[in-house]
């Protein structure tokens, strides 16, 4: 190791590291119970059922697994072979049965007593799940799968850096809701226009920075195809004391987004977790941008 370059935090010492915490792997049958526009472009869909009964979600930026219905056959979740597996599934359903189409989405919100647990979708267009959610209605049922993991990121910081685009509102959503009421937040988001803003309870210190697709002649970007998420991430004035950042949304927007973050802003890369929730012309993508 290079001397000049010490680790910023010896091993164990960092008062701030993210703490992992890990589930085991279990898929649950739910059924919807109620459906809500909340803007023009994203859905919330609440689901209940007795599967419930022991679900967590310790992070904000947990994901679930949707094990989506084939269209037409009622749902039943994939069965596992007679006796135990002989390892346990990585992420999803218990082997044995077809494999459904899978899609990952945040727990925006649960409510144990009730057993009910949020989803909202950002609906795009175009996709199993997104046409699931498009049709959805009450008595539908569907599996989930995990959380597996979560990352649970101190609320401690001087600030909190929020940016994304519609698929990160959920997690965005959930994360100003659980700050305290003292914490100070930035938050940079991406949707199509104005009427796309959903309602978010928050902090009484955040800064919001909309940014709009649709231009003035009325046509919208397609979302992740312009640098504007990045944009908006270099021209930030880096804010004093240690804080966290956190991205996600369309690969390519947010691993520039993520050179924003460690390159110009200077952010050590232990203080950044990006993500990339989709990717242009891919189906159910999902990674985490590393390095
Ligand atoms: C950890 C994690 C958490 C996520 N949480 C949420 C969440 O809470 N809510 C949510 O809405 N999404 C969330 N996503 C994103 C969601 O999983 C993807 O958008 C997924 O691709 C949607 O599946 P689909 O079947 O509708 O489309 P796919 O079959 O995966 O894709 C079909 C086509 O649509 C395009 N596409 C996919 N998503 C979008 C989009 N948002 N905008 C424009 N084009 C798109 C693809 O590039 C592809 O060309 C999350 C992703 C991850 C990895």
């Known amino acids: 190791m290079n001397p000049m370059n010490p680790p910023p935090f010896p091993p164990d010492s960092d008062p701030r590291s993210v703490q992992r915490v890990r589930q085991p792997p279990k898929a649950r049958l739910i059924e919807v119970r ?39 056959v009622p749902f039943e979740l994939p069965r596992p072979p007679d006796g135990p597996p002989p390892s346990g599934p990585r992420d999803g359903p218990p082997p044995g ?36 959610a498009r ?28 940016i994304g685009d519609d698929t990160a509102l959920p997690a965005i959503a959930r994360r100003l809701e659980e700050l305290p009421a003292e914490a100070r937040a930035i938050v940079i988001v991406e949707v199509d226009g104005p009427d796309d803003r959903p309602p978010l309870a928050h902090p009484v210190r955040t800064e919001f920075t ?29 804010p004093a004391g240690e804080g ?34 989709w990717k242009r012309g891919a189906t159910g993508h999902h990674e985490k941008l590393e390095g």
């Not at 649960?110 to 009910?116: I, K, L, T």
């Not at 989930?144 to 910081?157: E, K, L, N, T």
């Not at 940014?211 to 021209?235: C, P, V």
């Open 34 to 72: 109620r459906v809500r526009r909340i803007t023009p472009s994203l859905l919330s869909i609440t689901f209940g059922g007795d599967d419930l009964g022991d679900f967590t979600s310790a992070g904000f930026d947990d994901h679930v697994k949707l094990l989506l219905p084939t269209p037409g």
């Open 97 to 132: 049965g077809p494999r459904p189409n899978m899609r990952d989405y945040t727990p925006r919100r649960f409510d144990a007593q009730a057993r009910e647990l949020e989803i909202e979708f950002a609906m795009h267009g175009s996709g199993p799940a997104d046409d699931w």
């Open 135 to 162: 049709t959805a209605k009450v008595g539908d049922r569907l599996g989930i799968a995990g959380p597996r993991g979560s990352f649970v990121v101190p609320m401690d910081f001087e600030w909190h850096l929020l």
């Open 210 to 238: 909309w940014l709009y697709r649709a231009a003035r002649d009325g046509r919208i970007a397609d979302a992740g195809a312009a640098r504007t998420l990045a944009q908006a991430t270099g021209s930030l004035q880096r």
């Open 244 to 277: 966290y950042a956190w991205a996600a949304g369309e690969s390519t927007a947010i691993a520039e987004v993520r050179r924003e973050l460690v390159g110009v802003l200077g952010l050590d890369k232990s203080r950044v977790r990006a993500a990339a929730y």
